[in-house]
C-alpha cells in the first residue's frame, strides 16, 4: 500500500510539473507573441510616417515647380545632369593627378 501511495504522488508530481511546464511555456508564448505585435505595430508607424514624408516631399515638389514649363525644367535637368558628369570627369582626372603623385613620391623614396 505504501508503494502505491508513493506511485500515485510520483504520478500527481509528474501530472502537476507537466501542467506548470505547459503553462510556462503559454506565458512565454504569450510574451513573445506581445513582444512581436508591439514591434510589428512600431514598423507599421515608422512606414506609415515615411510614407507621410515621402507625401510631403512630393507635394512640396510639385508647389515648388508648378509655375515652371515643362521644357525648361526639362532644360534645368539637363543643365544639371551635365554639371554631375563633368564635375565626375574632373574629380576622376584630379584622382589619377594624386595617384601619380603618390607613385612619384614612392620612387624618389627608393632613389633615396
Known sequence: MA???KNYRDQRRDREAAQLEKKY???TRGAALRKA????ESISREIAE???EEE???EGLAVSFQGIGDNTL???IEAIRTE???TTSYAQDLVE???EMEDEVSRRKGEL
Do not use: P
Not at 37 to 40: I, P, R
Open 37 to 40: 505585435k508591439l514591434q510589428m
Open 56 to 58: 510631403q516631399y512630393e
Open 25 to 27: 511555456k503559454e506565458q
Open 74 to 76: 526639362r532644360r534645368r
Open 97 to 99: 593627378i594624386l595617384a
Open 50 to 52: 515615411a510614407v507621410e
Open 3 to 5: 508503494g502505491r501511495d
Open 84 to 86: 554631375l558628369l563633368s
